[in-house]
Structures are given as structure tokens and as C-alpha cells.
């Protein structure tokens, strides 16, 4: 099973596909959504007052008040814009981005079981591969893991079918961007390896 370390390490290989944003921005142009840190998802208002928001000049807690209105702001802006088109007064720090990326990944390595019984004996390559794809999509109906069937069918055959999952764990990329592919092949090279075959 994935250690600290292995989840703190994850978290850096996040950094290059999803980046590292220290205020709001919105992620997505046709569905945009509020997003933050290592593409932390700030589903509400409510998660965003969650957050440990601080005065980027002056180091000071962000009131309640303030993050609403700067979510707010952010969330009535046109998506698809770079990150820096969305920049703020507001910002949390490399610590606070830290500890929120590896509560998520927490979160996420407790909740894949549900998709993936038998995850807990998958190698730990797999594992990576799995906790990214949910990072990326999400863990519920599609176009989160419970709606990718034949990546669920591979990973939950006894015994496992690797090649097959190393075939349907690739997100779509259809304007061919240089960051997706080297994500999807990055993933199916975890299964290959699992696999007994070259990544």
C-alpha cells in the first residue's frame, strides 16, 4: 500500500500536468470550474472557506467575507483564460498547498477500494496510476472511475489483466497537448510494468 513518502511523491509528479496555483482560477472553458493549488477543485463557497487563504502582500488571514467574495469574483469570470488572468489579493502558502494536496490524496486513496476491491494488493505502480486517474477524473459516475467499465473490468479480473487496463486508462486528448499524452502514456507504462512488460 501507498506510504506517506509514495503519497508526497505523487503529489510532485502532480505538479507538472495539473500545476501549482496559489490563488483561484477557473479550470475548464466549457464546464469551468473554481480550482486552486495542485488542481484542487473548490466545489463551494463552502470549500473554499475551508481553505487557509492569507493576504498575499501582507501575510494576514483572509475574513470569511473575503473569500466568499473573491470565489465569487473568480467564479463570474469567462473560463479558459491562463491561470494568471484570474489572480487575486488572496493566496496560500507552499505549506498550506502541501498539506491540502496530501489530505486529498488521503481522501482519495481511502475511497478507491469502492471503485477497485482489491486494490490494497494491486502493485504499487498500479496504484499510482489509479490514484492519479482519479485525481484527474474523479472517483463517481462518468466521467469519474465508476464510469470507466472496461478499466474497472481489466483491474478487477482474477486475476488481474494488466495489458487490457494499460489500453483503457488514457483520458482523451484530442488536440494532442504534449502534457496529456505524457500523462497517459506515463500510466499505461505502470500497468506494462505490472504487466512483467516494458514500460
Known sequence: MLTDDDLRAQLDR??????????MYLDGAKTPNVTTGVG?????????????????VSGTP?????????????????GGLQAAAYKGSLRLTPS???????????????????VFPGFAGFPVLVQQALLDLAWNCGLGRYPGL??????????????????????????????GAPTREARNAWRASCFLKAAGLPG
Open 146 to 175: 465508476m464510469g470507466w467499465a472496461k478499466l474497472r473490468t481489466a483491474c478487477n479480473s482474477v486475476p488481474p489483466d494488466w495489458l487490457s487496463a494499460a489500453e483503457e486508462c488514457r483520458t482523451a486528448n484530442p488536440n
Open 40 to 56: 484542487f477543485l473548490v466545489f463551494d463557497v463552502d470549500t473554499a472557506l475551508a481553505l487557509p487563504w492569507q493576504h498575499g
Open 14 to 23: 502532480l505538479r507538472p500536468f495539473e500545476g501549482d496555483v496559489p490563488w
Open 96 to 114: 498550506a498547498i502541501e498539506a491540502e494536496g496530501f489530505r486529498r490524496l488521503r481522501s482519495m486513496l481511502k475511497a478507491l477500494p469502492n
Open 62 to 78: 483572509a475574513a470569511p467575507d473575503e473569500i466568499r467574495a473573491e470565489f465569487f469574483r473568480v467564479l463570474s469570470m469567462r
